[in-house]
C-alpha cells in the first residue's frame, strides 16, 4: 500500500549546503516527500492530524538565550512527531548566515523536512542578500500544499527593504488561481508573518485580501509579528497571532478533532514552565465546517454621500444579521506598518434594525482617493469589516494621468534632459519624455531587478541602473541599448554615485559587503573594498575621498582613488550585530555639505563630520537615514525625518532648523523634487504634499493613492511631477 504523501503541489530546493544539514532519512522527503498530483485540497488525512506552529523565533547569534529556547522548543515538538510543522516568519534577526546556521542547528534533523516556513520581514529585508540566502534553504516564499484534508497557503507581502508589506495585483492574482482550485468545501488555512484586519495595519492592500477571502472557504490565518498572542473572529475566519518565541519557550499545537459541533481544529498552547518542564493551556477552537464565524453580518448594502464636510454613510444589514454594534471610521491611512485601535463613530439604528446611519467628518481630508470602513460586531465579538472608497474633487487638476508599469517602482526613477528613465522591480526599464498629457513612453527593455535609483552620467549619454541580479547596467537613455554590464557578485540594491575622480568620470556603488568603483565609460574595475558590513544606500564624494555607511554602524572615508579606508566613524553606542545594523547608516544617502563637512544619518540622528578626521561637528535628533536630503539654493538643507514626518530647513553650519513642517504621513525612501520653490513631497502612504521651501507653509495635497506604499523619490520633467507607487502605478502631477 502507497501513502499519500504529506505536502503535494509545492517542491522545495535541495542545495548541497541543505543536503550536508539533512540526514539520510530526511533526505528522501525533503526531495520527493512534497509532490503529487491532482487538483488542491484532494488529499486523504493522514494519521495523526496535529502540527506544531510557532513563529518570531529571531535568532540572534548575540543572544544565546533564543538559541536556548528555540532549541528547547523544537525538542519538545520533535517529540510530539508531527508531520507537519509552521513557522509563521522571522526565523532570524537580520538573514546573515551566521544566524541562519545557528538557527538550523536547533532543529532535530528529523524534524526539517517537515517545517513549512513562510518570510518574515526580518528573515530578508535587511541583508541585501538574505532572500537568496532564504530560498536556498527554505524554498519559495510563496506557495500551497495540502495536509490532514486541509489546503494551507503561504503567503509573504513583504517589500525588500521595506518594513511593512502589499500584495499588489500580482499577488492577489496568484492567490485567486491557488485558491480556484480548491475543491468546494475543503476548509483553507493561510499562513502569513503579517496579520489583517481589526487593529492591525501591516500591509497596504489588505482589504484586497479580505474581499478575495470572502469567496472561498477560508477558517482560519495563523500569523505572528506583533510578539503577543491576539485571536481575532471576523470576515468568516479565525486569525491566531502566535506569540514570539524569541520572548518566551513556546509553541503551538493544532489538532484536528471531530467534536459533536462538527469538525475542528483546537489550539494548544505548549510554554516552558519554571521547572523546565512543559506546560500546556487551551487558546482556541475553530470550526472547519457550518457557518462561517459572522459572515451574516456582511452588510447588504453601504451608501456614501458628500455633503460639505460630512460624509454621510448609510448601512442596511441582511435580515440574519445579528448586530450588536455597527460603526464607521475613516480609515487610518497614514498609519504605516503598526496597530491602531481606530477613532469608530456608532451608527445609530432605524425602527427595523436592519438600517444603520450617521456621519463622518471629512473636513481635513485632501482632494483625492480615500477609504472608509464599516464594521458589523455580532453579540459574540466577531465582526465583519469593509471598506468603501471615495474621492474628494481635485479642483486644481494636478494629478493630469497615471500609467501601470506592471510592477513596483520602489526607488526606480531618474531624468535628465526633459527624459524619464523608469524602472520597476520585474526589471522593466522604460525611456519616455513625460508630459501634462501623457507619459509618452519611447523605448523599453528589461535588466534584472531593479529597487535603487538609476543615475545619469555628468554628460547625460549613460543612465547607470542597480540591480538585484548583482549588476550594475549602463543604458543609453535615448535608445535603451546596453552600453555594458558589471558584474558586482551581489546584489547592487542601492544606488549609484556618478562622480569624478581624477580628472576620470567613475561610478561607485555598494554591492552585499562591498564596495566598487567603475570606470564610468567602460565599466572597467577601479576598485573594489569590503569588510564594511552590507551598503544599500549612496555614496558621496569631494574629489579626494569617497563616504559611504555601512552594516557595522559605521560611516567610512575611502581614498577616492584606491578604496582603502582613511577613517570610520560609529554612529551608535549598540553592542550586538543587528542592532549595530538597524541603528547604523547601512542605507542612507549621505552628502557632502557646502562647507565640506559629511552629513551621514541613521534612525536615531543625523550627524556632519569632519572630512578629513570623521570627527562629530554637530548632529541632529531624529530619522533621517531613509528619505534623501536636497541642497536648496544657498547652500542650505532640506531634511526629513520619517519618524516625526516632519521636513525641516536646516542650517549646514549648525544643524539648526529655520523652519520645521508638518507633512502628516512619513517620507520613508522618497525624499523631495524641488521646483519653483516648492519641495513636492510624496509621503509612503499615498499622500504628496508640496513645502514653500522659503518658508515651510504647506502649498498642496494630494491623496494619491490608499492600497499602494510610495518609496520612490520624485523627479520633474518639464512641469510634470512623476512618482512611483508599490501597485506598478507612475502618476504625473503637474505642479507649475
Known sequence: MTSQPAFPHVQFPVDRRRLLTLGAGALVGAATGVIASGSPGTAAPPAPSGFALLGDTQIDV???ERTEWVGWVYQQIAAADPQLVCHVGDIVEHGSAEEYDTYLSTVPVALRPRIRYVPGNHDWRWDSTAGERYGALFGPRRYSFDFAGMHFVALDPSHLLQEPGGFGESGISWLTRDLDRVRPGVPIILLCHFPFGGDNYYVSDQERLLELLDRYNVRAIFAGHIHTEEVQRFNGLTQLAVDDTRGTPIYYWVERVVSTAGPMLTVTAVQRGTDGAPVSRPVLE??????????????????????GAALAVSVRLNPHARAASVQAQLFPQHTYGLKDAGQWRDLPGDASGRGYAGTLDIAALPPGEHRMTVRV?????????????????????????REQLGAPVQAGLAAGDGLLVAATVDGTVIGARPSRAKLGRRWQTRIGPVHGRPAFAPDGRTVYLPSDDHHLYALDPASGRTRFMYDAGAPVLGSPLVTTIGGRDVVIFGAGEARHAIDAATGAPVWTVSGQGMFTGRAASDGTRVYAGGGLGYAYAHDARTGAVLWESSTNTRTTAYSRLIYGPWADTLMVLPNGLVLVSTVANAF???PATGEQRWSRAGSFIYAPKAQLAGGDLLMFDDGARTAARVDPSTGQARWTADLVARPVNTGAAVHNGVAWVPGTTGLLVGVDVANGAIRARLQLTTTAYCYSPPVVVDGTLLVGDQDGQLYGVAVD
Open 62 to 64: 548575540s543572544l544565546p
Open 286 to 307: 475553530i470550526p472547519l465546517a457550518g457557518p462561517r464565524t459572522a459572515v451574516e453580518e456582511r452588510p447588504q448594502s453601504v451608501r456614501l454621500a458628500q455633503s
Open 377 to 401: 460586531t455580532n453579540p459574540e465579538g466577531a465582526w465583519y469589516e469593509q471598506n468603501r472608497t471615495f474621492t474628494l474633487p481635485d479642483a486644481d487638476r494636478r494629478l493630469r494621468w
Open 608 to 610: 556632519a563630520l569632519d
